[in-house]
C-alpha cells in the first residue's frame, strides 16, 4: 500500500497538499519546513526540486528555485537529506521536477532512490503522457512511486479520461492555463470543478493554482477532493526566522 492511497482512503474531504521548495529557504531547511508542514495541518508534502528552467512556475517559485540551486540543493543532496525522511515525517511526500535533471540523474537510479528514502509519488509536468506509458510506466511502479497528472480547464473530456486512466495518487487540476502564483479568482472556476466532480473519474482531484487561503482553499475543495497551495507558502517562508512559527501562522490563515 502506498501512503498517498491511504491517505485518500481515511479521508476525502478537505485535503491540502503544501508545497515547498527543496534547500529553500537555506540549504539544511528541507526537513525543517517539512516537520513544521506535518505538525500544522498539511495532509501531503509536494517537494519541489529546484530546477533553472521551471516552466509551469511563476516568478515565486522561479525564484525559490534561483534561491535553492545557489544554496547548493541538487538532486544528490536532497536524496542525502531525505535519508532521515522516515519515520520523522508519516505524512505522503511527492517530489515535483522536471525530466532533464532526472535523466542527468539517471531516471532508474532516482526512482531506486526515491523509493528507497520513502517517497510515494512524483509530479513532472514535462513528461509526455505517451513517453510515460511506453517507456516509463513500468519503472514506477516497479518502485511503488504513484505518478500524477495534471488537467486544465481547456483539456477535453476525452483526455481527461485517457489521463485519469495512467494517473494513479490523484489528479492534479490546474485552476487556470497559467503558471503557479497567479491571481485568477478560484470561485469562477467552479464550473470547471464541477465538471470533473460529474466526469466519475478513478482517481481524486486535488486543485492548484491560485489557492492562497482560507477563501480559495475552501471555493476549490467545494467540488473537488482538496488543494495544493505553493506560492503562498513559499512567500511565507521568505526571511522567516522561524519555520515553524511561519508555517503555523500560514496554514492557520488556511484551515481556521
Do not use: W
Not at 34 to 45: E, P, T, V, W, Y
Amino acid at each position: 500500500m502506498n501512503r498517498i492511497d491511504e491517505l485518500f482512503k481515511t479521508k476525502q474531504h478537505n485535503i491540502l497538499n503544501v508545497y515547498c521548495t527543496a534547500g529553500y529557504p537555506a540549504l539544511d531547511s528541507t526537513l525543517k519546513v517539512m516537520q513544521a508542514l506535518q505538525d500544522n495541518g498539511a495532509d501531503l508534502i509536494e517537494i519541489g526540486m529546484p530546477y533553472s528552467d521551471p516552466l509551469a512556475d511563476g516568478p515565486v517559485i522561479q525564484h525559490s528555485n534561483m534561491i535553492a540551486l545557489e544554496n547548493g540543493m541538487s538532486i544528490p543532496v536532497l536524496f542525502e537529506q531525505l535519508k532521515t525522511l522516515r519515520p520523522q515525517i508519516s505524512v505522503p511526500v511527492i517530489l515535483m521536477g522536471y525530466m532533464n535533471p532526472i535523466l542527468q540523474f539517471g531516471l532508474e537510479k532516482f526512482c531506486k532512490a526515491a523509493a528507497a528514502v520513502g517517497v510515494d509519488g512524483l509530479i513532472l509536468p514535462d513528461l509526455p503522457m505517451y513517453e510515460f506509458e511506453t517507456e516509463y510506466r513500468q519503472l514506477f511502479e516497479q518502485h511503488n512511486l504513484r505518478f500524477i497528472f495534471l488537467v486544465t480547464p481547456e483539456t477535453s473530456a476525452e483526455r481527461i479520461h485517457r489521463i485519469d486512466s495512467l494517473s494513479s495518487g490523484f489528479l492534479y487540476a490546474v485552476s487556470s492555463s497559467s503558471t503557479t502564483g497567479n491571481n485568477k479568482a478560484i470561485a469562477d472556476q467552479a464550473g470547471y470543478f464541477r465538471k470533473l466532480q460529474s466526469m466519475g473519474l478513478q482517481n481524486p482531484v486535488l486543485v492548484g493554482f491560485g489557492i492562497k487561503d482560507r477563501a480559495t482553499f475552501r471555493a476549490a475543495c467545494e467540488h473537488t477532493n482538496g488543494a495544493i497551495i505553493g506560492s503562498a507558502y513559499i512567500r511565507a517562508l521568505e526571511g522567516a526566522s522561524d519555520i515553524n512559527l511561519s508555517t503555523k501562522e500560514f496554514l492557520n490563515t488556511v484551515l481556521n
